[in-house]
């Protein structure tokens, strides 16, 4: 009895030090597992989360917003439900990242820093990429869905507008202040300008007529004829032809 209690002892030691070595290696190879995605290039999960915001437009613009579940979300982008609730809060946030990221491919913050010239190449550059991701199918159709659905049409239009408009509106905003400084426009008040700027493009009358004549609605003279009018008037009312050049 004397000597074994000391090897019950060491049993239940050495059973203890297994145990804890199991669990850390499972844990280990847990880590390795989801991480092993982001050791090339971006992280895990960057990357995950990238999946599952691309998953999750696809479906929106499939099959709108209340039809597409996060249940449908992870069957698409292939990973468990658990995964996506680790990257955002509920559905209502996906929609939003999912929203932001379309605007953000379709235009880039790129397009406000790179380009070169005069103010109207400038916002003509702007504009032009503005009228045109307007007037694409996949955008017109995440604007009808989000009017449809009646019941979550308050949150979505928020959602929608803080993830597309008042971004974008943002962007130029930023823009005519640079071009306020360099003495190229005069605009006192770049937010207020930046949308009106922005107006003018949402305001155009090819977003109607794409509705039943996309052919002319999509038409390049047609788009750079109603482009160029809307920037000569706005650098008509921010200096006018003067400060143009600059």
């Not at 000391?6 to 070595?21: H, N, R």
């Not at 039809?67 to 979300?73: P, Y």
């Not at 949150?155 to 071009?179: F, N, V």
Request: aromatic fraction near 8%; charge should be negative.
């Amino acid at each position: 009895m004397i000597e074994t209690y000391p090897m019950a002892c060491t049993f239940w030691i050495l059973y203890g030090i297994i145990i804890q070595e199991l669990g850390y290696c499972q844990g280990l190879e847990l880590y390795v597992t989801e991480n092993s995605q982001g050791r090339r290039g971006r992280p895990a999960n960057e990357a995950l989360g990238q999946t599952i915001v691309d998953a999750a437009g696809e479906l929106f613009a499939e099959l709108g917003f209340q039809a597409t579940t996060l249940d449908k979300v992870a069957q698409r982008a292939k990973i468990s439900k658990l995964s996506i609730y680790r990257h955002f809060e509920n559905k209502e946030a996906l929609f939003g990242a999912a929203f932001a990221a379309r605007c953000q491919q379709l235009i880039p913050q790129a397009l406000f820093e790179g380009v070169a010239g005069s103010a109207e190449d400038q916002l003509m550059a702007v504009g032009s990429s503005l009228l045109r991701t307007l007037l694409r199918p996949d955008v017109r159709s995440v604007e009808a869905m989000v009017m449809a659905d009646v019941a979550s049409q308050k949150s979505l239009s928020k959602l929608h507008y803080e993830a597309g408009p008042a971004h974008i509106i943002a962007q130029i905003e930023a823009l005519l202040r640079q071009l306020h400084a360099k003495g190229a426009l005069n605009v006192p008040d770049p937010l207020r300008s930046a949308r009106l700027f922005a107006a003018l493009f949402k305001g155009s009358d090819l977003l109607i007529i794409a509705r039943f004549d996309e052919a002319r609605a999509e038409d390049d003279n047609e788009i750079e004829s109603y482009c160029r009018s809307a920037v000569a008037m706005f650098i008509a009312a921010h200096g006018g032809n003067d400060h143009a050049g600059g």
